[in-house]
């Protein structure tokens, strides 16, 4: 909305001529102004004064002429004060306007503020007003009422868990986690300033530390599915998920609904603390926050007359048929496509360790296609490793190189395949960080990159950026011992040294030439339409 | 509900005959405080609300007459066993099987440690482990048992503890005793495991959690008496047998004579869960594994596994021999921060005590006495120009003048 306030304020100008005719534009014209100079008021910058001002200028009398009109209205109302004051102050407004064009318009920018304020005042008076107006009498009184309303400017309220360096926010999620019962984990060393909004833990201090061992809170099957996250067992986006949806399974099968209470909102109420304590032990992926709402939704749908055993079966199929759909067959589907872009002689980069990508190779080496893969790999976790054993294993030549040699080769290469981690709502590619380097380097050398993602991590976020929203790791994983020396090993103590250990990082969709899903082969820039065409179906 | 505590207070204290023909081992006082106080305070700090305690009569008798000697606020569910001592203590597990439903966690009541619980906890429940243990490198003893002169060291009964690279993973263990020859390793663990620590120092702590597949295994194989002795052994030699790591056995005679001989490997394979192809395709999707170099997936494709948390600092004492009881009642007082002289004891003014000592409730202690490194019981008596040093003296008793 702001963007359009922006790209239309040429257009008022000529705007401005019809408006004293067409009071539906003026309207329009007085919202984008007014909008704006609630920023100027916040911002206070010059510029931006002198352009507002000039086009409020020209738009002065207009505007005034309205306001009185919507002034009077309310001021037989008892409640109405502010108006009759705010009357005479905009009688000396017009007299100050007609100065004020000639004057450089800094000169006149406290007359334009007081002028501004008063014309909010009665804004807010004819508002007030309006409450107890007759219908009637709303017509010219509504579209006063209307710009007020449509100017409270839109608060976008942020995720907690990007905004750690608010002191507030901590206490409101403290007092949260007290709620539910489940322990607090304590960040752990010097965050680097860029993303000190952002937790940041040390895999020696694990959550488990806090609760009691025989957990009464939390379900068991939960508080080993944390363990095996904060511990890097069970990594990777869709394995992730998958271990989820099991524990969500055992979890579901042993409750029992409380007397008095419905199965299909008290189980919503019993999964929340599990989800906050899983949260802790790792940021949940955009792919399990996609999997929970799913099953929250499938529990609420509950209808209440069923009786437990059968509400339970059903949620338990429910959560096989989806896994089913949207994680093994869609793997099928994609693979399925993706075959046929890979041609014999091919050579393929991947980087890391990405199951779909894996699974794609190997059904195209099942099917006879004639093709070599470089393995990319990073520190400090080392993925490719695991990828290379799996495509060794079944009898795919290979090569391994360290991201540190990408550039070097990357003319051998033909095509780039990369696994996401989420597909965001604008189009960017969420993955591994070096992700987007490799993209960046490819498209230097003009290979193709393909990006392999099932339908469900697609995610309504959207960031440009790869710090508002990011996971750090234990900055002590960057630690490495070689020849029995480990230098950084007293790194806390050095004032000046942070290790910052990024997990995740975005690449635009220039560099993606194409996103391979279930749903077939489409642009990067169409991930919205997919968006929209799930929520319709849902 | 994930764990049951289990406690085994029906040892015998056959190495400390001296202090145990008249008291059981579990009532021995450290510190004023029955010996089998320590192992229950440590189940009740980490947040355990039940234990089953498996005690013999005299113990039960001993533990309701006092009561107040045991103020923990855990339920205790007591299960007596007969005093025949032909019991181990797998027998006793076999014994309470109906009241099992959960993985348990066995507690020897002979332990006292300081051990942040879950780290050993936390390997069992992270790698779906069958068996994690808690083992502490030992420490020498500085005190002198009375009686003994220098230091025997009991070569003989030297554990062999092999573990992996991480140092997490049990890979083997067999006591000197076991041993004819020499060290002798499959080689199927050496193809796995290329690099194995072997540790000879470590000191067993009798702290296992299992899972309860493993206690109805008990069930159908009476042959295995003790934990320590055949069922931790036993399992870990499973992990890498062959019929467990591949449930797709061929019909061979050579497989069918195998199973026939352990008779229990079909009960083995059943250390699965529900679901198992869930967190098998899990498994597949996830991008770790716990070895590299070869071609192998995580854990070598083994169900079974056996894990052990080895600690290097904190205490972890086992009070079975008499050296071990003086050393216990040395250190104990310091491990709980009590305070050394209990408030109910009458002393008076010119008694000098040393800091190492601990002074029971209800005592009284009168003038030109002095007390050092020793601690004295509850409701005793000690008389004046009494010297004791370096002693540990019993509830009840009085010492007389000089």
Redo the contacts between chains.
Sequence with gaps: MADSGETDGLGPKDGIQQAKTDGKELTKDEKQRLRKEKKQQKKGKEKKDDKASNESEKEKKPVVSSAPPASSVPSTQPTTQKAPPAVPALVPGPASETSALADKPAKSKAELKAERRARQEAERASKQGKKGDVVGQQAPTSKPKAVPSELQPVVKRLPEHIQLDNPDVLKKLAKKYERQQIPLRSDYGYKVSLFSHLHQYSRKA?L??Q??????VIH?AI??LG??YS??????S???S??L??AF??VIRDYTTPPNEELSRDLVNKLKPYISFLNQCRPLSASMGNAIKHIKKEISNIPSQWKEEEAKRSLLSGIDSY?NEKI?LAAEAVAKSAIEKISDGDVILVY??S?LVNHILCKAFEKNRKFRVIVVDSRPRL?G???L?RL??RGISCTYVLISAVSYILPEVSKVFLGAHALLANGYVMSRVGTSQIALVAKAFNVPVLVCCETYKFCERVQTDSFVSNELDDPDDLIVTRKGKTQLEHWQQVRSLGLLNLVYDVTPPDFVDLVITDLGMIPCTSVPVVLRVKNVDQ | MEFQAVLMAAGGGSRMTDLTYSTPKPMLPVGNKPLMWYPLNLLERVGFEEVIVITTKEVYKMMSSDPMKLDVKMKLDVVCIPEDGDMGTADALRHIQQKIKTDILVVSCDLITDVALHEVVDLFRAHNATLAMLMSKAHEFTETVPGQKGKKKTAEQRDFVGVDQSGKRLLFMANEADLEDGLSIRKSIMRKHPRMHINTGLVDAHLYCLKKAVVDFLVDNKSISSIRGELVPYLVRKQFSKTTNSPKTKEDSEDQNQKKNDGSTNHELVISSRDEPLLQQAQERSCWNDHRGDMSEAYHGGKLRCYVHIMDQGLCYRVNTLAAYIEANRLAPKLFEEQAVHPTAVISERCQMGSDSMIGALCQVADKTSIKRSTIGNSTTVKEKVKVTNSIIMHGVTIEEG
């Design positions: 694990p488990t530390q609760i009691s061992i025989p957990s009464t068991p508080v080993r363990l095996q511990q890097g067992i069970v990594a990777g869709n394995a992730r998958v271990a949806l099991h399974k055992q896994i093994i890391g360790c199951s993925e490793r695991e990828a054993r060794v294993q």
